[in-house]
DNA sequence: GCCATGGCTAGTA
DNA sequence: GCCATGGCTAGTA
């Protein structure tokens, strides 16, 4: 079973509207707890196939995606197909695309 | 570039 | 020990 914080970090994630993107050090305040961005990448990790989540739409807090390779090209044509754009530098603009929480999606 | 943070995992005894 | 982090500092130009 799952204990109530890694539920919440799993909620937390599954509500990333379509488009949007949030940093882990947010999923973890939302969550809870904001030093919790190591458990952030954990669930991220070994949860996302089990629970369907949306782990594309999770990026660091310079917008940068953290993964290389092939994880780098899946993530980020999943999120360009869903109309998230890159700048030059390679990284998204928070400003345009980042989650601010429920009420202002 | 360095290091605090926190919870899991692999691998040894 | 390992990390899909994050924030703050030192040191160069």
């Known amino acids: 079973m799952l204990d109530p914080f890694t539920t919440r970090i799993i909620e937390v994630i599954k509500s990333i509207p379509e488009g949007r993107v ?3 050090g947010q999923i973890a305040a939302m969550a809870g707890d904001p030093r919790a961005t190591r458990q952030v990448v954990w669930v991220l ?3 996302s196939e089990k629970e369907n ?3 594309h ?3 660091n807090s ?3 995606i953290s993964l ?3 994880g780098y090209d899946a993530q980020r044509r999943a999120l360009e197909a869903e109309g998230v754009r890159f700048s030059g530098n390679g990284t998204v603009v928070l ?3 980042q989650w ?3 009420s202002r999606d």
């Open 62 to 64: 310079k917008g940068a």
């Open 100 to 102: 601010r929480g429920q």
């Open 68 to 70: 290389s390779g092939e």
């Open 45 to 47: 990790r070994s949860l």
């Open 95 to 97: 400003d345009l695309f």
């Open 53 to 55: 989540l949306p782990w």
């Open 57 to 59: 739409r999770v990026i």
């Open 22 to 24: 949030a940093t882990y």
